[in-house]
């Protein structure tokens, strides 16, 4: 093959390389922008190290490390702290500068509709088949639910954090301390749950995960399995002969 053959295959190669991402690319639909990534990353890496260290605590291991109080140099008590001042901030910063999402985001989740009933009915199975119920929000009946559990939770925990922090002692300080722990007991499953069903792993839920990383953007088809009413607005594709059946 002679200097020339070689550089037409090569850029042929590239030429069809650059097609197959421009492709790619072209076929997906963006399921929340970068400021919604960016509070969702923020809230959960606080949450993560609020959940460990509390959790640590709670079971009676104050006087020994755990992994990120060696990693980091810093006593539990101390990272629990400061991460709960981070979650604090995120979620006033975020209050202030995206009001308009917040309100999209409440109108969504306050959003009950007929079939909502019968969604819930085939969730059990549907993680496993991919075959959920028709709904047209932009949240399913289950997420909204579970915004509604993790909204209040969390912010009884900062509430309860922020009284805990500044109250000394005395009956208030145990009544936030109730409280705290209590928010704990519940939010603690809803956050595993969540985690476990936005990071794919089961069938129904599939691809799922990029709709808060790699540019939030996820293939329609992964996208329209567990938001068909929201990704037929978004891409203006009505076509869904599966919901049809």
Do not use: C
């Not at 540019?215 to 037929?232: C, M, Q, S, Y």
């Amino acid at each position: 093959m002679g200097p020339t053959e070689r550089h037409d295959t090569g850029q042929r190669d590239t030429e069809e390389q650059d097609i197959e991402q421009h492709d790619v690319a072209a076929n997906t639909v963006e399921r929340n922008p970068r400021a919604a990534r960016w509070f969702h990353a923020g809230v959960y890496v606080s949450v993560i190290v609020l959940l460990i260290t509390g959790w640590w605590l709670l079971l009676g291991n104050e006087g020994s490390p755990s992994l990120i109080a060696r990693v980091t140099g810093v006593p539990d008590t101390e990272v629990h702290t400061v991460a709960g001042w981070v979650l604090a901030g995120v979620t006033a910063l975020t209050v202030v500068v995206g009001a308009r999402g917040w309100r999209v985001f409440w109108r969504e989740t306050v959003r009950f509709q007929h079939g909502d009933g019968a969604w819930f009915r085939r969730w059990p199975t549907a993680i496993l088949t991919g075959r959920f119920g028709r709904h047209e929000g932009r949240f399913d009946p289950g997420q909204r639910v579970a915004n509604l559990v993790l909204v209040v939770t969390l912010l009884a925990l900062i509430g309860s954090g922020i009284g805990l922090v500044l109250v000394s002692g005395g009956p208030v300080f145990v009544w936030f301390a109730q409280i705290h722990r209590w928010s704990t007991y519940v939010v603690t499953p809803v956050v595993v749950g969540h985690v476990v069903i936005a990071s794919g792993i089961l069938p129904g839920y599939r691809g799922v995960w990029r709709a808060m990383h790699l540019g939030g953007k996820l293939h329609p088809r992964d996208a329209r399995r567990v938001w068909p009413g929201w990704t037929e607005r978004a891409t203006g594709d009505t076509h869904d002969p599966r919901h049809l059946r």
